[in-house]
């Protein structure tokens, strides 16, 4: 299944599934107790928000060997992790904007894991259960802030540089999936998630030894190789076999302009 949140007119966000291009609400929580109303929306009648509200993204570096050695450094003997906060969350279709103090903002495609149900301590074979699907994510950076700082709190975290969406499929098999990412149709990023140096679970197992996963938090499972610069006037499109498309234009942070 496919979930959406979604906004009609002026109405509150709410969240909704996709069936045949057509979206229908849904009452509850999808990490709860739910009931789907009929699809009758057109898809693009309504405006697709990031599919959750997440209290927290963890990301994971470096979780491909290629791009380890794109950049020049060795691939981790442990995951390891960085956090973007929630405020950087945006969904498909809104602008990425390039802030002000960068001169080299950079796309990474990822594989996101949404978190279905709260917990500490999992153990791998308990991490599916923990899972309600998958969606698409860019983990934006401001790589020239990223290598100054040393932390990666200010390259990772300005606003609208998570992408996530267009939705959740919660039917999708995270081993071998299919990532590309194209910028104005040039094709940057493609890779297979059986590249991952860790896997879904064990990333689930892991995050969960350090901080309680509550439903709605993200894993960013870390980008292959390809990353490469974005600047304002250009369009993201990031595709992952069996989810669909995030895309995103880039704009000027202060100007709002393509330029
Ligand atoms: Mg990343």
Redo the contacts with the bound molecule.
Sequence with gaps: MRFVRFQTGRDLPRYGWVYEEKVGPIDGSIFDEFRRQEATLPLESVRLLAPVVPSKII???R?YADHAYEQGVEVPEIPLIFLKPPSAVIGTGAAIEIPPQSQLVEH?A?LAVVIGREGRWISLEEAKNHILGYTIGN?V?ARDLQRRDGQWTRG?GFDTFCPLGPWIETDLDPADALIRCRVDGEIRQMASTRDMVFTVPQLVAFVSSVMRLLPGDVI?T??PAGIGPLEAGNKVEITIEGIGSLINPVRNAITGQNT
């Design positions: 990301c994971i570096g979780n990474e990822e983990d950076t990772k960013l870390g980008t």
